[in-house]
């Protein structure tokens, strides 16, 4: 970790939603709450990850008025309580009815310079922080010895997706190799997009079209998976691959890089040639602000759901299925998911196979021996694939995700969403929670739990 890794807080669009009802009322009196979330911790940043919301009911204001507020301590121990139960962290949030930029006031500094550090004291395990809200802006603040220290930024993401405080995109303007775009989204959309921190798993047929489009969007920091080197067989579907590298052997992850720096010579790259399904791998995506799921197995989109609610990071995860027997195609089928904290989640829609994924968990050897006695099916066998139509479904994916940043077409995109390319048709279907579900529930769910549990058992 670097000595001062910046301080952020992550949350998703519902949450934002659900502050705001709870922040502004009628009365435009000042309103009070608390989240609590957990905490992304890597090498240069701290996240708070907001996973519960407390509103303050009447009965905790021991004054409540347009300018100023008192909370009694019962509803404060209430949430010391719970975090000791819980390892959570809290963040103190209040409200300004007003427009224009959040300020905090003196009688602000004056209330929180001495209940913040109560908080630490009462859980010096958590980071405990503040935050100021108007209609139009959302601010915040730590303690730091006898001063307050900013929160870098605030992230809300989703649908309708923003970044309150600094913006890590350029707003200088674009250059005439974006001047089309900048005519559809705009300069501060061009900014988002270039900001962005992206991460890529699986460089085939769909994950090398994505990271070209991504490039050529403006973004300009990525992370790309694979463990996989190239085969002849990629040749004809991997953006980028040569025949050399394939008569080399090299990895995905190098090609893919390498054909990206011919586009942008200044790109931000990581690679990493290992499996998603490894906790260590999933830990170096925490940093990004959108990963896109381009696997074939059913295993690493389990992961990644997982990851997705965790750590309120986007996925979007794609499918390609071409049905066909003895080179003559029977369906075409494509899908584009938008998966996370307030978007859908892959196990209740119905997307992943709970036994598919039991099977991929299986040492190679025990997977390969069932197949052999007809227990599984179709495991390890290569799937047909053209590469238009993993270009087709790339693009949705790509439009799709770029939409929760910006207004790419006029509307926000659809969470999921599926290409039937026999009958020439794109439909939006709806997503399902279903009441328990183990990944996305609001009671038993792993939304904003991030580094307070693992994702993956594989070290």
């Not at 300009?220 to 579907?237: G, H, I, K, P």
């Not at 598919?356 to 069932?370: D, F, K, N």
Request: hydrophobic share 40%; with cysteine; net charge positive.
């Amino acid at each position: 970790m670097s000595a001062n890794p910046t301080l952020s807080v992550a949350m998703s669009s519902t949450d934002l939603r659900h502050l705001r009802r709870a922040l502004f009322t009628e009365d435009g009196h000042e309103n009070f709450a608390v989240v609590l979330g957990g905490l992304s911790a890597t090498r240069t940043e701290r996240r708070l990850l907001v996973r519960e919301i407390w509103p303050a009911p009447q009965s905790a204001y021991t004054q409540r008025l347009a300018y100023h507020l008192e909370i009694a301590p019962s509803f404060l121990n209430a949430i010391v309580d719970r975090c000791l139960a819980t390892d959570l962290h809290p963040v103190i949030i209040h409200s300004h009815p007003m427009k224009g930029r959040a300020r905090y006031s003196p009688s602000d500094d004056f209330g929180e310079s001495r209940l913040l550090p109560v908080l630490n004291d009462l859980l010096p395990r958590t980071q405990p922080a503040s935050m100021l809200m108007t209609e139009e802006d959302l601010v915040g603040r730590v303690r730091v010895g006898k001063s307050f220290a900013p929160i870098h930024q605030i992230a809300v993401r989703g649908l309708g997706a923003y970044t309150f405080g600094h913006r890590s995109g350029d707003p200088a303007k674009p250059g005439e190799a974006f001047e089309r775009q900048v005519r559809a989204i705009g300069h501060e959309g061009h900014a988002r997009l270039t900001g962005l921190r992206v991460g890529i798993v699986g460089l085939g047929g769909t994950g090398s079209l994505v990271a070209e489009q991504v490039v050529r969007l403006g973004v300009r920091s990525l992370t790309l998976v694979d463990f996989d080197a190239v085969e002849e067989s990629n040749l004809s579907r991997m953006w980028g691959a040569r025949g050399e590298d394939a008569r080399k052997n090299r990895l995905k992850v190098e090609v893919i890089a390498r054909h990206l720096k011919t586009l942008r010579p200044k790109l931000a790259i990581t690679t990493l040639a290992d499996s998603v399904v490894r906790q260590q791998v999933l830990q170096q995506l925490r940093d990004c602000d959108l990963v896109f799921s381009c696997t074939d197995n059913h295993l690493s989109r389990a992961m990644l759901n997982r990851f997705a609610h965790q750590y309120i990071i986007p996925v979007v995860d794609m499918g390609v299925r071409l049905d066909a027997r003895a080179g003559r195609v029977t369906a075409v089928g494509g899908r584009a998911t938008l998966v996370g904290a307030g978007l859908a989640c892959l196990r209740c829609s119905g997307h992943i196979n709970p036994e598919q994924v039991r099977v991929e968990s299986l040492p190679p050897a025990e997977r390969e021996q069932l197949a052999r006695e007809g227990y599984v099916q179709g495991v390890g066998d290569p799937a047909p694939a053209v590469v238009s139509l993993n270009a087709t479904v790339a693009g949705l994916a790509v439009t799709a995700a770029v939409g929760m940043f910006v207004n790419l077409v006029g509307q926000d995109p659809p969470l999921d969403q599926i290409y039937d390319a026999t009958h020439a048709s794109l439909f939006p279907v709806a997503t399902r929670h279903k009441e328990g579900c183990e990944v996305c529930s609001a009671t038993v769910g792993l939304k904003g739990l991030g580094d307070l549990q693992i994702v993956s058992a594989y070290a």
